[in-house]
């Protein structure tokens, strides 16, 4: 029974989910849709590309993900298939793969070309019609040159290494786009000091718990998808220092 995870800025009302879910539907009847996240700013890839890593780690093996966030491409960049973490994932080539890149993905496909307003209808659920018939089909050619986007990656130079917000949770806590294994790589044992956005305020340590804090304090800890968020104990760190998504968070290592 084959899992398929559509992560998009569509509104719930739109007739794109409903074409989309129908034509899965014909497929197999016995296919299960999940969106899981209905907020996603329209158009906003970082914001998509967070919520990929989370569902990528989240739902079960074979699991088939259909990105549809700038979801329409000219045939120079076109439509690529991978797997990642043993799932299925079909996206246009705008990007956002950067975004999982350090996770390795098996193999990039570029896939057959169409000139479609629609994509994931005209595309997509083709390849996905092949792929749960046979799952070793070869969908495409092998792509080694995808877009890469810049602003999903963090940046090193002189000792200082600058992120930015990608996300802000309900609570107002904000995650950047600093993972533990970029930190420690260039930390390498050494202090540091991370600015939250200002000069005027500092964290030192990287916390092991939400709850070793007292009330209204600064804090830093790596969240369960191993990213830098850093929030205020019972306060909310996006309001009081306005940091949203792609707000610049500078480490300096001593």
Partial sequence: MPNVVIISDWNKDDYYRIMTEGM??????????????????????????????????????????????????????????????????????????????????????????????????????PCIGKLINDKNVLLGEECHDYLKIKKFNTDYTNNVLTGMVIYVDSYGNAITNISRAKFEQYRAERNFVIFPGTRHESIKKISDSYFEHSDDELFAIFNSVDFLELGIYNDNISKLYNLVPRTHITIEFL
């Avoid at 967070?50 to 569902?55: N, P, Q, S």
């Fill in 24 to 125: 899965l539907l014909k497929l197999h009847s016995d296919v299960k849709v999940f969106y899981p996240n209905h907020h996603i700013q329209m158009h906003d890839l970082l914001q998509a590309g967070f919520i990929l890593r989370i569902a990528l780690f989240s739902y079960p093996e074979d699991t088939i993900f259909i990105v549809s966030i700038n979801s329409v491409a000219d045939e120079n960049k076109g439509y690529l298939y991978t797997q990642v973490n043993h799932c299925h994932l079909f996206c246009a080539n705008n990007g956002i793969l950067a975004f999982i890149d350090d996770i390795q993905p098996k193999n990039v496909f570029k896939l057959p070309y169409e000139d479609t307003t629609f994509p994931e209808n005209d595309i997509f659920i």
